[in-house]
């Protein structure tokens, strides 16, 4: 009686092993990309006609953040106003709290500042950093 062996050939074993190891590591970065957010401390994507001059962060107890933020409207001759968010973030980037308020009309060169306060059970304790968000309306 006669055996017959049957073989793969090699280079198919080398193209099936390299595709395995290219899509495992393509699906994992995939898997591993997170949305980066930019603080204003670390980088500043200007679009709007208005600038961050100050923040000023105090933490009040367990459970109570106050954020004060200023903007100046850097044009020199129109009226803009704008929707200023602020995130709250854990030290992942999430989001923990957030508030929104329209600035109103702020004139030509003017300035304007709003005090945010966020109060929450042991807010202190998972805050990590503030993320401001400009959206100019006029």
């Known amino acids: 009686m006669r055996k017959v062996r049957r073989s793969v050939p090699l280079w198919l074993v080398?193209?099936?092993l390299l595709a395995t190891v290219t899509l495992t590591a393509t699906a994992?970065?995939?898997?591993?990309?997170?949305?980066?957010?930019i603080n204003i401390w670390e980088g500043q994507i200007q679009d709007t006609d208005f600038t961050v001059i100050e923040i000023d962060t105090k933490i009040k107890g367990k459970h109570r953040i106050d954020i004060t933020l200023a903007l100046k409207?850097?044009?020199?001759?129109?009226?803009?106003?704008?929707?200023?968010?602020?995130?709250?973030?854990?030290?992942n980037g999430n989001v923990i709290l957030e508030q929104t308020v329209n600035t109103g009309?702020?004139?030509?060169?003017?300035?304007?500042s709003y005090t945010f306060t966020f109060t929450q059970n042991n807010l202190v304790s998972q805050y990590d950093r503030p993320f401001i968000i400009v959206e100019q309306g006029s």
């Open 28 to 37: 994992l970065t995939v898997w591993m990309l997170q949305v980066e957010r």
């Open 105 to 112: 009309d702020v004139v030509a060169g003017g300035t304007w």
């Open 73 to 91: 409207n850097n044009d020199a001759s129109n009226t803009h106003s704008a929707d200023v968010t602020v995130q709250l973030l854990d030290s």
């Open 14 to 16: 080398i193209v099936l």
